[in-house]
């Protein structure tokens, strides 16, 4: 299930989701300077190396860090991996020895590469950045379970689960109900409570931002109430990733102005589990930078309160 293929996807809030990843990887690459391990960059959806725009995507700004010791890119179109191949092999042919290039699925290959890491050999960051609901709850919990991993992780926004979801239990598809359930990491039971019969109180809200046209925002708070179960769709995703990571931060919510659609979340997890120290520093850090891109950006983007 995805939200938009080909060269048009993605708009200002690409720019943002890429500089996150960007900045986060030169302060990991620091931070991580000569602690003895083995350093991953794994790409989950890496894309054809270009995203909008003609911008650089991800593997391409990953590769511009020379403390990284293994690459991992994967895609599930070949001419897009065929297309990454080629522009690395003209502007990192260096480094080709410490890339691996699949033609794949992410929630096959990323847990078959995880589980021949070591605990006290290999750390890493993963970026994961689909379309729409692409990834499997089992990715994320197969990344949990490293111990080792910094992981930045786009999920879908509230525009995407209005167009997704009916306000009515019985008219969603079977194969919508099954995606979220892969997606999620619950089951159909627990979909239904949770979306169509439960009415927690949920500590969440959307942040009106403050040059927002006033109207556009209120017609989007009016279908944010209409459709609780938006807000109770971000709770679910923290609240099922605060069971798996001992850190997680408030997402980066990535919104596309002109259409007044919430499309994105861009969320942080660090899994080290084996030291207080990395956890606080990785989550000072993430917490910086997504900050920074609220002041930087703010008709694009805004950290979630909750
Ligand atoms: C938003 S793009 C990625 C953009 C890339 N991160 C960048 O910065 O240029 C999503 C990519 O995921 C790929 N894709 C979709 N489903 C996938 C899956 N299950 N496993 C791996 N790649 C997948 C698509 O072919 C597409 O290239």
Redo the contacts with the bound molecule.
């Keep these: 299930m995805?939200a938009k293929q080909g060269k048009n996807?993605g708009g200002l809030w690409t720019k943002v989701k890429?500089e996150v990843v960007d900045r986060y990887l030169d302060a990991y690459t620091k931070v991580m300077k000569n602690k003895g391990f083995k350093i991953w960059y794994i790409?989950?959806?890496?894309?054809?190396?270009?995203?909008p725009d003609d911008m650089v995507?991800?593997p391409l700004l990953a590769l511009k860090y020379n403390r990284i010791n293994k690459f991992v890119f994967?895609?599930?179109?070949r001419n897009?991996i065929e297309s990454l191949k080629h522009t690395v092999h003209k502007k990192f042919s260096n480094k080709l020895c410490i890339i691996e290039f699949i033609k794949?699925?992410?929630?096959e290959h990323i847990p078959k590469i995880l589980s021949t890491w070591k605990k006290n050999r290999d750390r890493g960051i993963i970026?994961l950045?689909?379309?729409g609901l692409?990834i499997s709850w089992e990715t994320i919990k197969a990344i949990a379970n490293t111990e080792a991993v910094d992981l930045w992780l786009l999920t879908v926004g509230s525009s995407f689960m209005l167009r997704l979801l009916s306000r009515d239990y019985k008219r969603n598809s079977q194969a919508i109900i099954k995606t979220l359930e892969r997606y999620l990491g619950v089951s159909e039971e627990y979909i239904k409570k949770y979306f169509y019969v439960r009415q927690p109180q949920l500590p969440i809200s959307m942040k009106k931002p403050d040059n927002y046209n006033q109207n556009r925002t209120e017609l989007i708070r009016a279908r944010l109430d209409q459709y609780s179960f938006i807000r109770k769709f971000v709770h679910l995703i923290q609240e099922q990733i605060s069971n798996l990571f001992p850190i997680t931060i408030p997402p980066l919510v990535l919104y596309d102005k002109t259409s007044g659609q919430y499309k994105f979340m861009l969320h942080f997890f660090c899994a080290n589990n084996n030291s207080k120290r990395a956890q606080v520093i990785a989550s000072d850090i993430a917490k910086y930078i997504t900050h920074l891109m609220e002041s930087k950006y703010p008709d694009v983007c805004f950290v979630l309160k909750i």
């Design positions: 995805e996807w890429l790409d989950g959806f890496a894309g054809d190396g270009q995203s995507g991800s994967i895609d599930k179109n897009n794949g699925d992410a929630n970026f950045d689909p379309f692409e």
